[in-house]
């Protein structure tokens, strides 16, 4: 867990065009500034070495997702694996006809890799949190490569029919890096899914520095839909689809993010989402501030990194 000794901070340049970026973004939100060239992004920021600390047990059962990680996330599990088998299905519909091998980049407890397998897939994971590797071997003999996604080896490359990030980027200290890997360790013609918090969609502008998409510390690059395109077609990929991610979230959750951003009514519905009667309810959720987009490695390498 994160120890006020332990925040030591570093200045970085701005990932798309290497300016450093000083100009705050919002008054009420130090450390994130934006860059000339419109990326937004936290500087200064932690570094890299916090990253283990950071990605504790405790940050994925902190039971205050607004500020850090997740209420409890394995509690969550069955809502998270009902969300990936829709976005899986749907993937699989439309570019992925045949099952093959799929690399979860990000990949926490596994649960994405426990539904894939369970859907036919062969499965390979990257995850910096000990606690998780740990969960995944246990519970699904799942063996993920603990580590930064930058430093898994290039042995695998060109195997992999589907690579997928989901919440990931945005926690990254190499998203270009990162896009290069996945181009790397796709087959021609292969898919690249991801989804991350855009700053440029509607909740974000409507809810400023209270937008649920900002978190201190573990977020350190806030994407628009236009600027995480154009980033992933400079690293050779066709961008094939965008559009905005949803998920499956009880009426407690719900009522908890709605109580963020108008109090009140949140509060109220917290109080009934502890009703035995409605304590069981699931829904699907598309705040439309998740961008999902999904693009391919061309067939013919025709990379001009
Ligand atoms: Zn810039």
Request: aromatic content about 14%; overall charge positive.
């Amino acid at each position: 867990m994160l120890t006020q000794t332990k925040l030591t901070k570093e200045f970085v340049d701005c990932l798309l065009c290497g300016k450093q970026g000083t100009r705050r973004f919002n008054s009420q939100l130090p450390g994130v500034v934006q860059c000339d060239c419109g990326l937004v992004y936290t500087n200064p920021r932690l570094k890299e070495e916090c990253l283990k600390d950071l990605y504790s047990r405790e940050y994925f059962e902190s039971h205050s997702s607004e500020e850090m990680g997740y209420d409890n996330y394995v509690s969550d599990r069955e809502l998270v694996e009902k969300t990936f088998h829709r976005r899986l299905e749907s993937l699989e519909k439309r570019w992925l006809p045949k099952k093959g091998w799929v690399l979860d980049v990000g990949c926490a407890t596994g649960f994405f890799l426990c539904t894939a397998r369970s859907m036919g897939w062969s499965v390979g994971g990257v995850e910096i949190s000990d606690y998780c590797c740990e969960y995944a071997k246990r519970e699904f003999g799942i063996n993920l490569f603990n580590g930064q996604f930058k430093d898994l080896d290039s042995s695998r490359a060109g195997v992999y029919d589907l690579v997928t990030m989901w919440d990931y980027i945005e926690h990254s200290f190499t998203p270009g890096r990162d896009i290069e890997k996945a181009f790397e360790l796709l087959k021609p013609g292969g898919i690249f899914a991801l989804a991350t918090p855009d700053i440029g969609s509607l909740p974000a502008k409507i809810f400023k520095q209270n937008w649920v998409g900002f978190k201190e510390h573990e977020h350190l690059y806030y994407f628009t839909k236009q600027n995480l395109c154009a980033l992933l077609e400079k690293k050779g990929f066709k961008v094939v689809k965008t559009s905005y991610a949803g998920k499956y979230v009880s009426l407690g959750f719900f009522a908890k993010r709605l109580a963020g951003y108008f109090p009140w009514i949140g509060k109220v519905l917290i109080q009934m989402s502890n009703w035995p009667l409605f304590s069981k309810i699931n829904f699907y959720c598309n705040p439309y501030d998740i961008v999902y987009v999904v693009c391919q490695k061309p067939a013919a390498d025709t990379s001009h990194r």
